[in-house]
T-cell receptor, first 110, second 115 residues
Framework: QKEVEQDPGPLSVPEGAIVSLNCTYSNSAFQYFMWYRQYSRKGPELLMYTYSSGNKEDGRFTAQVDKSSKYISLFIRDSQPSDSATYLCAMKIGDYKLSFGAGTTVTVRA | KAGVTQTPRYLIKTRGQQVTLSCSPISGHRSVSWYQQTPGQGLQFLFEYFSETQRNKGNFPGRFSGRQFSNSRSEMNVSTLELGDSALYLC??????????????FGPGTRLTVT
């Protein structure tokens, strides 16, 4: 079993829809949780960073962490074609390495 | 503030050769991590350097090595290249975190193709 499991997708949604992305993890020692967006042939771009259970909002993006269930989510409201990308969840213990999910490819149809 | 830069962006090498990739972190960042990204395995951690010392290492063979210079710039080297080493190699930098977490910012990557 992988440390971090991410819903594989792909996801295809119409413009304006809410995109919901999920990851589960097995290591309860993970403290810090991130979501990255990666466009084709580019490096991952940090979208959200959080370290506590609950919700964190940034514009159209909401990150949700439930440490008791070892479950994290990213919601994208009012999705745009420019949101079409691969989304990667990542988590870490202290300053140790990032452990990534496999990524979910999202396509927002105009 | 300039982001993480990686050179070269693209590289084609032949099996058996060796290659050196370079990464310049964000100004003020002292930690540099390297990752390999492939379609089959996703993003896998190679190693991390902090203040010129390797602090963490992933599960890669000894053909993969790295170093960090006093200005925090880092290089990674792969010797005796194999076809399976074809991948996007990503560098990420982060600021001093102590025992706390800190965000990692990625560069655009170096796409290595081994023929």
């Amino acid at each position: 079993q992988k440390e971090v499991e991410q819903d594989p997708g792909p996801l295809s949604v119409p413009e304006g829809a809410i995109v919901s992305l999920n990851c589960t993890y097995s290591n309860s020692a993970f403290q810090y949780f991130m979501w990255y967006r990666q466009y084709s042939r580019k490096g991952p771009e940090l979208l959200m960073y959080t370290y506590s259970s609950g919700n964190k909002e940034d514009g159209r993006f909401t990150a949700q962490v439930d440490k008791s269930s070892k479950y994290i989510s990213l919601f994208i409201r009012d999705s745009q074609p420019s949101d079409s990308a691969t989304y990667l969840c990542a988590m870490k213990i202290g300053d140790y390495k990032l452990s990534f999910g496999a990524g979910t490819t999202v396509t927002v149809r105009a | 503030k300039a982001g993480v830069t990686q050179t070269p962006r693209y590289l084609i090498k032949t099996r058996g050769q060796q290659v050196t990739l370079s990464c310049s972190p964000i100004s003020g960042h002292r930690s540099v991590s390297w990752y390999q990204q492939t379609p089959g395995q996703g993003l896998q951690f190679l190693f991390e350097y902090f203040s010129e010392t390797q602090r963490n290492k992933g599960n890669f063979p000894g053909r993969f090595s790295g170093r960090q210079f006093s200005n925090s710039r880092s290089e990674m080297n792969v010797s005796t290249l194999e076809l399976g080493d074809s991948a996007l190699y990503l560098c990420a930098s982060s600021s001093i975190g102590g025992t706390g977490g800190n965000e990692q910012y990625f560069g655009p990557g170096t796409r290595l193709t081994v023929t």
